[in-house]
């Protein structure tokens, strides 16, 4: 799963995640975080400079997960050229295999993430602690999907008691253990969707009772239905 960068150049249209519509002008610079189910539209031609990523950092979170990133800017006349120079080099460097060639893509790529990064992110700060804090727990939900480890075991990996654990770990994460886990397991659902899997496959494989149980927890967690998910329903490439 990677995360998505729309730059809008000329056109009108829309890109719908996370509960909200936003509106595509020209000027306009998009994030997608990476897992999020969404869909779009236009009226009319719409022409997209994009770029998609994934940025794992030592702590095991990808970048778009550890910071609270703004997800839309409308760029000014100095930003519209230093966003088209940056895609552009991007572009330009993709085919170079040197370690100078991946360095400058590096940097050129967390140039274009500044335009989202907010002025103050005490959020970030709360993940990246959380995610030092509770490494071996994060490792443990994501190499058990099928399974998921109880709150007991990890609270236990974590030698804190239930109810300490939960509450620190809700404060970093935003979300019960619980929920965060469920939240990695539809995302997986997602994928194995997009990529054509039937639902009954997907729910033996990652743990569910049966198709109509993960139908139900992927409406609960994303409020559209699996079959919203299907290929040709979803954004793949602009």
């Not at 998009?30 to 702590?59: D, M, N, Q, Y």
């Not at 700060?125 to 990890?154: C, H, Q, W, Y």
């Not at 139900?216 to 793949?236: D, E, H, V, Y």
């Amino acid at each position: 799963s990677f995360n998505r960068i729309y730059f809008i150049e000329s056109g009108a249209g829309f890109i719908e995640h996370g509960g909200r519509v936003r509106q595509l002008v020209p000027g306009g610079l998009h994030l997608i975080p990476a897992g999020a189910l969404f869909r779009h539209g236009c009226s009319k031609h719409v022409a997209i400079r994009w770029l998609h990523f994934s940025a794992p950092t030592e702590l095991g979170l990808d970048i778009a997960q550890t910071m609270n990133f703004v997800l839309d800017k409308q760029l000014n006349s100095p930003e519209l050229e230093q966003a088209s120079r940056l895609l552009a080099k991007i572009a330009s460097l993709m085919s170079a295999k040197s370690p100078g060639a991946a360095l400058n893509r590096l940097s050129a790529l967390l140039e274009l993430l500044a335009f989202f990064a907010p002025e103050s992110d005490a959020l970030a700060t709360l993940r990246i602690d959380g995610a030092k804090r509770f490494k071996k727990v994060l490792e443990m939900m994501d190499s058990n999907l099928a399974k998921p480890p109880s709150v007991a075991e990890l609270a236990k990996a974590s030698e804190l008691a239930e109810a300490s654990f939960s509450r620190l770990f809700k404060k970093h994460f935003g979300s019960s253990p619980a929920h965060y886990i469920m939240q990695k397991r539809i995302a997986a659902a997602m994928k194995l969707i997009q990529d054509g899997r039937k639902l009954n496959d997907i729910a033996g494989e990652l743990g569910f009772t049966d198709a109509f149980h993960l139908s139900k927890s992927f409406k609960n967690i994303t409020g559209k239905r699996p079959s919203a998910c299907k290929p040709g329903r979803m954004l793949q490439t602009p």
